[in-house]
């Protein structure tokens, strides 16, 4: 896949827009028969972020449930669906089929996007209520063009929790639901080959905007909820991170120990 070149876009003279006051964040959600968990757990802390100026783009992967229905019996018109008339098309075998699912979905949405940033969330997860306002400013302080923070993880079915999030940026520990970056950047997609090189869609995406030398910088803050579900074929693998590096809480408490 061909990325674009950063000069032309750092050139553009709507990219310092971006750095200043308050500006328009779209929040890019792709979606797939989750109408309940998506309006009853995700986009509930959406409409709570304390930063005011955002909207929600929310693309359906061919949904055939009640989400569309679910979206406007919220009645906030700050959030707007768009339902894809197919599923997919995505690789047949499981695991392959999980590291790309929603490409399509996925890059809709940031087609759509109005923002001078872009802030992707999966339809399952959660984010704290000063998501945005926290990566925004440090963002703006820093003049990064992708910033990102940890995510707390809970492990549904085993009463485990864990955590994501550290710096450098490296696959199993970076998600792009933590993470806000650059409008300009929205010519970076999510490739649905990416599952040939054994890596989930988000990773890929970032790690070629690594590549392209993107202005990265981190936030080792909460800054949301990652969910894996009961019947997750990595629930083994986060079970085994819980089990070796424990929970935020405990993170933060040795780092209090160890700065006292």
Same mark, same amino acid.
């Given at each position: 896949?061909?990325? &674009?070149?950063?000069?032309?876009?750092?050139?553009?003279?709507?990219?310092?827009?971006?750095?200043?006051?308050?500006?328009?964040?779209?929040?890019?959600?792709?979606?797939?028969?989750?109408?309940?968990?998506?309006?009853?757990?995700?986009? &509930?802390?959406?409409?709570?972020?304390?930063? &005011?100026?955002?909207?929600? =783009?929310?693309?359906?992967?061919?949904?055939?449930?009640?989400?569309?229905?679910?979206?406007?019996?919220?009645?906030?018109?700050?959030?707007?669906?768009?339902?894809?008339?197919?599923?997919?098309?995505?690789?047949?075998?499981?695991?392959?089929?999980?590291?790309?699912?929603?490409?399509?979905?996925?890059?809709?949405?940031?087609?759509?996007?109005?923002?001078?940033?872009?802030?992707?969330?999966?339809?399952?997860?959660?984010?704290?209520?000063?998501?945005?306002?926290?990566?925004?400013?440090?963002?703006?302080?820093?003049?990064?063009?992708?910033?990102?923070?940890?995510?707390?993880?809970?492990? @549904?079915?085993?009463?485990?929790?864990?955590?994501?999030?550290?710096?450098?940026?490296?696959?199993?520990?970076?998600?792009?639901?933590?993470?806000?970056? @650059?409008?300009?950047?929205?010519?970076?997609?999510?490739?649905?080959?990416?599952?040939?090189?054994?890596? &989930?869609?988000?990773?890929?995406?970032?790690?070629?905007?690594?590549?392209?030398? =993107?202005?990265?910088?981190?936030?080792?803050?909460?800054?949301?909820?990652? @969910?894996?579900?009961?019947? @997750?074929?990595?629930?083994?693998?986060?079970?085994?991170?819980?089990?070796?590096?424990?929970?935020?809480?405990?993170?933060?408490?040795?780092?209090?120990?160890?700065?006292?």
């Amino acid at each position: 896949m061909n990325d &674009p070149g950063l000069d032309a876009i750092r050139s553009r003279t709507s990219y310092q827009e971006a750095f200043v006051g308050t500006p328009l964040i779209t929040v890019c959600i792709a979606t797939y028969q989750r109408g309940q968990i998506l309006c009853e757990r995700t986009l &509930p802390t959406v409409l709570r972020q304390g930063y &005011p100026n955002w909207e929600a =783009v929310i693309v359906g992967d061919g949904c055939q449930d009640d989400t569309a229905a679910r979206i406007a019996a919220l009645g906030d018109r700050r959030l707007r669906f768009y339902n894809r008339p197919s599923n997919g098309p995505y690789p047949e075998d499981p695991h392959r089929r999980w590291l790309v699912a929603g490409t399509y979905a996925a890059n809709e949405a940031i087609a759509r996007a109005r923002g001078r940033w872009i802030a992707p969330i999966n339809d399952d997860d959660e984010w704290s209520d000063d998501h945005l306002a926290v990566l925004l400013a440090e963002a703006q302080r820093t003049k990064a063009e992708l910033v990102y923070g940890r995510m707390r993880v809970l492990i @549904h079915g085993t009463g485990e929790e864990t955590w994501f999030g550290s710096w450098p940026p490296q696959q199993g520990d970076f998600g792009l639901q933590a993470a806000i970056y @650059h409008g300009d950047l929205r010519a970076f997609r999510f490739d649905i080959t990416a599952h040939e090189l054994g890596e &989930p869609g988000d990773w890929n995406l970032v790690r070629r905007m690594l590549e392209a030398g =993107v202005r990265v910088a981190f936030v080792p803050l909460e800054v949301g909820t990652y @969910h894996v579900a009961a019947n @997750h074929s990595g629930q083994t693998w986060w079970s085994e991170r819980a089990r070796r590096r424990g929970s935020l809480r405990l993170l933060a408490a040795d780092a209090q120990g160890a700065n006292s």
